[in-house]
């Protein structure tokens, strides 16, 4: 019995919290009206990108980049230029290109539009909905 807890123990079997996820990574918290046609991975991914600009977190940003080099530095260039049009409420809309997707956001009382480039994170993958964003672009 030691042994089968002992393998569980750097599980999430034995995890006593129940926080839905959307609660953890912020995604609950957003006032977001969403146009067009996302895919689930697609839109996960934006909403993540905005809670991270939300919560002003250049870190948490620049993990959702998938760059090595550099992303840290945009990330801050974001959340300076973004940060503060992220604690309103947001409409997305989504344009669907052929693996990727951009989206623009327009944040309530901003002239300005944030387009994100959504990329796949795994070309190689033909169904495979899961993104990084573009950070290099400019904000």
Do not use: N
């Amino acid at each position: 019995m030691g042994v089968v807890l002992a393998l569980l123990g750097g599980c999430e079997v034995l995890s006593t919290d129940k926080t839905p996820q959307r609660i953890k990574d912020g995604t609950s918290q957003l006032d977001l009206s969403v146009l067009g046609r996302p895919t689930p991975g697609g839109l996960a991914t934006t909403e993540h990108v905005l809670a991270r600009l939300k919560a002003r977190d250049v870190e948490g940003l620049a993990e959702l980049a998938g760059e090595d080099g550099g992303a840290t530095d945009h990330a801050k260039r974001w959340v300076a230029r973004w940060g503060d049009a992220a604690q309103r409420p947001a409409t997305a809309e989504f344009l669907r290109g052929e693996k990727e997707a951009s989206v623009d956001v327009r944040f309530r009382g901003e002239r300005s539009t944030l387009s994100l480039l959504l990329m796949p994170e795994d070309e190689k993958a033909p169904y495979d909905d899961r993104f990084v964003v573009v950070l290099h672009e400019d904000p």
